[in-house]
């Protein structure tokens, strides 16, 4: 019933940036709240940041804090992750979800594909 794309990821060098973007469709998307999480070979899906479905709300993990700033345009029914000051840790799959504002990844009910970050040395 709700379909989420992630496009932007590629690879970047350690203090570039990238902005990632989730496209979705389907079910009213401002009825939403969004996150954005990640999961690097062999670890456990990692919550990044969550916004409320009127955007007067964001969260974001201590890993990230300072560097990545979630955003959405809900009459582009769309939502970003403005990643700044990426290091090689930050490398990982990237994921958009749909569902309520939370700090865990696993109560998101709809998940796009994932998009590759590979930030280098």
């Known amino acids: 019933q709700v379909q989420l794309v992630e496009s932007g990821g590629g690879l970047v060098q350690a203090g570039g940036s990238l902005r990632l973007s989730c496209a979705t469709s389907?079910?009213?998307?401002?009825?939403?709240?969004m996150g954005w999480s990640r999961q690097a070979p062999g670890k456990e899906r990692e919550f990044v940041a969550t916004i409320s479905w009127s955007g007067d709300m964001t969260a974001s993990a201590d890993s990230v804090k300072g560097r990545f700033t979630i955003a959405r345009d809900n009459a582009k029914s769309a939502v970003y992750l403005q990643m700044n000051s990426l290091k090689p840790e930050d490398t990982a799959v990237y994921y958009c979800a749909a569902g309520s504002y939370s700090r865990t990844p696993r109560t998101y009910p709809y998940w796009g594909q994932g998009t590759q970050v590979t930030v280098s040395s």
């Open positions: 389907g079910r009213t998307f401002s009825n939403y709240d």
